[in-house]
């Protein structure tokens, strides 16, 4: 499910902007931790953080909506992505 691109090219992270407690619970359980154990259940999955088809990511969206606590814990998802993940876009 989180692979999937709807028409307009928004992916379900687009869509969980407006629930910011179910976006920073989804990021918190793909986090790693400093040993690089997953620590989430949904182990082997990744969040493709795309841009849509009006040039927005996610991020874009919570910047516009001043949501500082959901960057927060979106950045650090970010920041814990190899050099090749697909946020490398932003």
Known sequence: MLYTILPSG???LHLLVNKPTVLRHICEQL?????DDFTGSLYG??????????????????LKKNDLTTI???LKYLSLQGIDHHSRAL
């Open 45 to 62: 999955e990744d969040m493709p953080v795309l841009m849509d088809m009006s040039g927005e990511s996610a991020l874009d969206l919570l």
């Open 10 to 12: 928004k992916t379900l």
């Open 31 to 35: 986090s790693f931790n400093e040993d």
């Open 72 to 74: 927060e814990v979106f």
